[in-house]
């Protein structure tokens, strides 16, 4: 569903999926806890609000200790909407999953390891770029690695794309968290994965992001709507595709430092030149035009073990460099290359 408008019919949206006795659950990004929003969620019965902690982005720990807890609380729920930016979107799939998955969330990063549907479940997006609305998987830290669980229970039931819902983001994340769509498209459509499926959504996603980050002189309405509508297509396409070599560094980053993904994308694509020498050219104007500092020098003074983890993290992305770099993509980007690239952020 899309519309300016269109989160006040959440509540019939979500009457259909209710089931007696089985509270709906809204996990919304702490961000808006005593904010107006919170006021027109349509809480009936047992429902429950639950704030979602993104200070950090999602951990397989945090997303078992939500699931838990529901389990405790109610045994089952009718559903679970997730409404936030890319994190709390992302918790919200990873905890529909783990209601009706055994174990921990951990088990199942990878591809296709998740057995059962979860329960119902309902996004809806206060960030426009990272794609979590429309794509397969859900981005989880764990005890070992950093990957999503992949698979063809993790995309939601249903959104709603509400373009006022972002529109009072601030300008840097707003930034951090388009530019995330950006790469997409520029890994999508330069990787070897591509087709005309990933192609289609993906020259559509770019040409938005170029309206509203290159063209347009001032941010307004039209460009909320824009970004959202990117953030979707950007989405389509890599869900055919896949990422490239800015996501594989930034896993590294975000594994060892925390750095955040869209931050953390912009900081290694900013240094790709050799890889996405047009897409790099565009996004240095983006930067100087939206006035946004990009960080330097964030692995400096790192120990030789650190810069193993983030290396041993990267290269363990597979799919990604095979995208961008082809079928011998370890010939191509060997561990002392990809090291030379981490200290150049
Ligand atoms: N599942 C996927 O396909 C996929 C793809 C890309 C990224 N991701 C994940 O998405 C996350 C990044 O998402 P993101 O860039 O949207 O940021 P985010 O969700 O981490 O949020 C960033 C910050 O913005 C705040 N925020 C959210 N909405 C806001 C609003 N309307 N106004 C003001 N502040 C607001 C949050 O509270 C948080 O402090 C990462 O965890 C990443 O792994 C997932
Ligand atoms: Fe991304």
């Known amino acids: ?175 951090y968290t388009g530019m995330d769509c950006y790469i997409h498209c520029i890994e999508s459509l330069q990787g070897t994965y591509l087709n005309e499926f990933s192609k289609s959504y993906g020259e559509k996603a770019l040409q938005l992001c170029q309206q509203v980050f290159v063209h347009k002189k001032n941010w307004d309405d039209e460009s909320d709507d824009q970004l959202m509508m990117a953030s979707y297509a950007g989405g389509m396409s890599i869900a055919y595709s896949q990422v490239g070599i800015a996501h594989a560094v930034s896993y590294g980053l975000s594994y060892l430092l925390g750095t955040k993904h869209g931050i953390g994308n912009c900081i290694v694509f900013d240094k790709l030149e050799d890889y996405y020498p047009a897409g790099v050219v565009e996004f240095k104007k983006m930067v100087e035009k939206n006035k946004i500092e990009i960080p330097q020098h964030i692995t400096k003074g790192l120990t030789d073990e650190q810069f193993d983890t983030m290396i041993n993290v990267s290269m363990g992305m597979k799919p990604l460099w095979e995208n961008a770099l082809g079928k011998d993509w370890e010939k191509k980007m060997t561990r002392e290359k990809l090291r030379g690239l981490y200290e150049k952020l």
């Open 1 to 175: 569903m899309f519309g300016r408008g269109s989160f006040d019919q959440l509540d019939e949206i979500l009457e259909p999926h209710r089931k007696a006795g089985a509270p709906m659950i809204f996990l919304v990004d702490h961000f808006f806890e005593n904010k107006a929003l919170v006021n027109r969620l349509p809480v009936r019965g047992k429902d429950k609000i639950v704030f979602a902690d993104v200070t950090y982005e999602p951990k397989t720990s945090y997303v078992d200790k939500l699931a838990n807890q529901l389990k405790d609380e109610f045994g089952t729920v009718s559903g679970i909407v997730g409404i936030g930016g890319g994190s709390a979107m992302d918790l919200a799939k990873a905890v529909s999953l783990m209601m009706n998955n055994p174990g921990s969330s951990a088990d199942y990063q990878g591809w296709d390891l998740v057995k059962n549907p979860g329960v119902y479940k309902a996004g809806i997006p206060t960030l426009s770029g990272t794609g979590a609305e429309v794509s397969r998987t859900t981005v989880l830290t764990g005890p070992t690695k950093k990957l999503g669980m992949n698979s063809d229970f993790t995309p939601f039931d249903q959104i709603v794309l509400d373009p006022v819902l972002t529109q009072n983001a601030p300008v840097n994340q707003r930034f």
